[in-house]
């Protein structure tokens, strides 16, 4: 999370949200819950497979000639349990221990891939209604990310945007599997190629991705330049990568992919069992090793300063600013500065936060004790404020410009500027 203003903080800088100890799946945190949801969804599998279970099958798929009930049933479980847990528990925290919502999402689609590859019928009803599978995805995708409706801060986001969002997640599985039984079903040395190699590319794509951006976002370009100089040389490079993984079996078995080695199925079992004591081991450090603390997050470095500008003080400390429209919610802003110190102060839709600002490295606690803050003027015109809560840092630009107008650049604080939002706001 974010300091004060609930924006997403995806990018931390210490351990995932929930794991305590030194090591957690971080970007990998999906093959992890894909090994938990596949294991725990073995006895259903082995159910489905026998007599009682294709009985069901062969009534579902003989439904699923329905087009109302293929688009509008099975999304139904999905949306009653989203619905139901998220009042108990958060949605989406990558943590296992609090994200039984988001476990029971992902278990439920799994399953119902399996069930959805088991009868011919399935495939052949996605087939015939794949485009009007695509229209009613279009509306939910706009909602989801357009902002033009918020009920974030409201009682309504479990009842309106979980529903909304999960039939949309529905209609997209519809629509893409059955275009892609349209017009990728066929013979394609191409598709083989990356669909054989899929599993390391993943495994390979944020590491490089995080390793050249770290260079790029340092350079002097416009943002399309830098997005074209991560993303065009990280696709290349993490699939030269994945396709070295392949060329041997050692480094294909230790990718996940399929080797040539004959190896007997009590070996299998040997290895499989020594992979889960070895998981076993490693889920119990993440969770009660003492965290380490991270050098580059537990105190910023202050850059280069200039001495407080008089001029721009007397212009600004006092004046209250209102933003432009935002998805972040924030209405005005109030910079005050003295002596010593410096304060803000946040007005939301519902609610204001104040913060104290220590200068010369000084951090100076919020009135709720739970975030520190230090700023510093980097140019007659630009004052930076950094935030601190536990591992979390954050770094706030501010611009003040001549004619009354303010820009705000708010990015992470590992060094790297992973995202960047900007806002502008004017003197009232």
């Not at 994200?99 to 590859?117: E, Q, R, S, T």
Request: proline share 5%.
């Amino acid at each position: 999370m974010a300091i004060s203003c609930n924006s997403p903080g995806y990018y931390t800088t210490g351990p995932a949200i929930g794991y305590k100890g030194n090591l957690s799946p971080e970007h990998l945190w999906f093959l992890l819950y894909l090994f938990i949801v596949a294991m725990a969804a073995l006895p259903l599998l082995k159910y489905l497979r026998g007599e009682k279970g294709q009985a069901r099958i062969d009534r579902w798929a003989t439904l699923a000639g329905n087009r109302a009930w293929l688009l509008l049933i099975p999304p139904l479980p999905l949306v009653i349990s989203q619905v139901v847990l998220t009042l108990f528990f958060p949605w989406e925290t990558h943590a296992i221990v609090d994200d039984l919502p988001y476990i029971v999402y992902l278990f439920l689609l799994f399953v119902y891939g399996a069930i959805l590859m088991s009868d011919n019928r399935f495939t052949k009803a996605m087939v015939k209604n794949w485009k009007l599978a695509l229209l009613l995805a279009i509306g939910p995708w706009i909602y989801n990310y357009s902002g033009l409706v918020d009920f974030s801060q409201s009682g309504l986001a479990n009842f309106f945007w979980l529903p909304v969002s999960t039939f949309g997640t529905w209609f997209w599985l519809v629509a893409l599997l059955g275009l892609g039984k349209v017009y990728l079903d066929k013979p394609s040395k191409l598709l083989s190629h990356f669909n054989e190699i899929s599993y390391p590319y993943y495994i390979w794509h944020q590491t490089v991705i995080v390793v050249l951006a770290y260079f790029v976002v340092q350079l002097d370009a416009g943002i399309l330049v830098k997005y074209l100089l991560i993303a065009v040389p990280a696709g290349v490079i993490t699939w030269a990568l994945s396709v070295a993984v392949k060329s041997t079996n050692v480094t294909r078995f230790l990718f996940g992919m399929k080797t040539s080695w004959n190896i007997s199925t009590q070996t299998a079992l040997r290895i499989g069992v020594v992979s889960l004591i070895a998981f076993g081991v490693v889920f119990v450090l993440a969770f009660v090793a003492p965290p380490a603390d991270n050098p580059q997050t537990v105190n910023f470095p202050i850059p280069q300063t200039v001495d407080t500008p008089a001029e721009t003080v007397e212009r600004v400390s006092g004046a209250t600013y209102t933003f432009d429209d935002n998805r972040n919610g924030w209405k005005t802003m109030a910079l005050t500065f003295e002596q010593d110190q410096a304060a803000i102060q946040l007005v939301f839709e519902e609610k204001s936060s104040d913060y104290a600002i220590g200068f010369d490295g000084q951090y100076l606690p919020s009135d709720d004790g739970t975030v520190e803050t230090t700023g510093f003027w980097r140019s007659d015109e630009d004052f930076v404020v950094y935030f601190r809560r536990g591992d979390y840092r954050e770094i706030w630009d501010i611009k003040f410009g001549d004619e009354g107008e303010l820009l705000f650049r708010i990015r992470d604080g590992v060094g790297v500027v992973l995202w960047v939002r900007l806002t502008g706001a004017r003197q009232v």
